[in-house]
């Protein structure tokens, strides 16, 4: 038992209080957003900005444990918690994952390949650069970044000038990354404990639409060495990197079978919510474990699962759906669909409001489900 404090009131704090309280933990919040999805499960919410000194001590004197949602977590509140109660994950980890570069570094220094960067400082260093890497090729802010906001494609020497300067508003420092046309679009989350215990999930195949995960495919359709050395490789970086709780590696894997890192997560990952009904041990249950410094649960697939994102458009459609007969149980294709909301009030376009789990005897019924059913039509 005891308490578990939570940075950040969204989803992912709300499927894992609903982990953990199912494990006799308790849970408080901390988030600026009346009504936050975590704090509407949690026992308690505490109403204020994340960069609230007052806020981070009470959240402190109320936790017997803290993580947190989001990696953008301010260094002066993080020195807080960690001195008044217990931050397992530490502060190197957010320090090491909120900034680009320092992601990379410490990603090469683990032996694992990231697509070749180069940090740019001026107009002049940008246009070196992308005549090195040529072209097509990826301008990103090194922190701040989501759903590929911070970004841009740089297709020709032309764009140099307008992409440093838009991007330069940011005020972080900026990273070009050569282009990966990739084949797949992976991710693998694995956990580590104190005691040192590692475990990773199985690798997800993951589609994007307009920057947005929309889909996580397991198994991932590609050879099973390349599941294998996509988990090992994640193993390797939570290792190096001394993780405690979970990590999220994104991967681009190439048509003559590179992996390369994309980015990492210190958290649980969108990517990850096929656990929940598809594997022995979900991600929110293992990363209470970890942090808890419990055994960690098997990551064991128990059945093929397609995951599917429900961003605000498609919350109408799903509603004049969701009680036709055939739609949960689809037993023409032997599909289960999970569905699973996350209590946000307003269903704005592209917001993140729940997500479906697609469970099947292979991946193929669950894809053709989602093609016959109209809610993703207008993706
Ligand atoms: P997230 O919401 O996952 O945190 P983000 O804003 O941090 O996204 P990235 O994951 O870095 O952004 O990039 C978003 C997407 O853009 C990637 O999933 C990939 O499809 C594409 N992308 C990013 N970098 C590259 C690259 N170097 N080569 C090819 N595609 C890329
Ligand atoms: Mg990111
Ligand atoms: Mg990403």
């Not at 499927?15 to 408080?28: E, I």
């Not at 679009?185 to 589609?207: D, Q, T, W, Y």
């Amino acid at each position: 038992g005891g308490t578990i404090g939570v940075l950040g009131g969204g989803q992912l704090g709300r499927m894992l209080a609903l982990a953990g309280r199912n494990m006799g933990y308790r849970f408080v919040t901390l988030d600026p957003t009346e009504d936050a999805p975590c704090g509407q499960v949690a026992d308690e919410q505490i109403l204020a900005d994340f960069d609230d000194v007052e806020a981070a001590r009470k959240l402190a004197a109320r936790s017997d444990v803290i993580t947190y949602e989001f990696e953008n977590v301010d260094a002066h509140v993080t020195n807080i918690l960690m001195n008044e109660s217990y931050v397992p994950q530490g502060s190197e980890l957010l320090y090491t994952t909120q900034h680009r570069l320092r992601e990379k570094r410490a990603i090469e220094a683990a032996g694992v390949p990231v697509a070749p960067y180069a940090e740019i400082g001026s107009a002049a260093e940008l246009h070196e650069a992308v005549i090195r890497f040529g072209t097509p090729c990826v301008l990103k802010t090194a922190t701040g970044g989501y759903d590929g906001k911070g970004q841009w494609v740089i297709r020709s020497l032309d764009e140099v000038e307008e992409a440093y300067e838009t991007l330069s508003r940011a005020k972080t420092e900026l990273v070009l990354e050569q282009f990966i046309h990739f084949d797949k679009e992976l991710s693998v989350i694995a956990a580590r404990s104190p005691r040192g215990e590692v475990k990773a999930f199985p690798a997800a195949e993951n589609i994007h639409v307009h920057n947005i995960l929309h889909q996580s495919i397991v198994p991932a359709r590609i050879p099973a060495e390349v599941q294998q050395e996509a988990e090992q490789l994640a193993i390797r970086i939570a290792e190096s990197l001394g993780v405690i709780g979970l990590i999220a590696v994104e991967l681009f894997l190439t048509k003559d079978g590179q992996l390369y890192v994309n980015e990492l997560a210190p958290r649980p990952h969108n990517s990850g919510h096929y656990t929940m009904e598809a594997c022995r041990t979900s991600q929110f249950e293992q990363h209470v474990r970890a942090i808890c410094n419990l055994p960690l649960g098997s990551t064991e697939l128990l059945t093929p699962v397609v995951m599917v994102n429900l961003l605000g458009e498609h919350i109408e459609p799903l509603q004049s759906l969701i009680d036709q007969p055939g739609f949960l149980e689809a037993e023409d294709i032997g599909v289960s669909a999970k569905v699973h909301l996350y209590g946000k009030k307003e269903a704005k376009e592209k917001r993140k409001m729940g997500h479906i789990n697609l469970l099947a005897s292979n991946v193929q019924h669950a894809l053709t489900w989602i093609e016959r059913t109209s809610i993703w039509e207008s993706k």
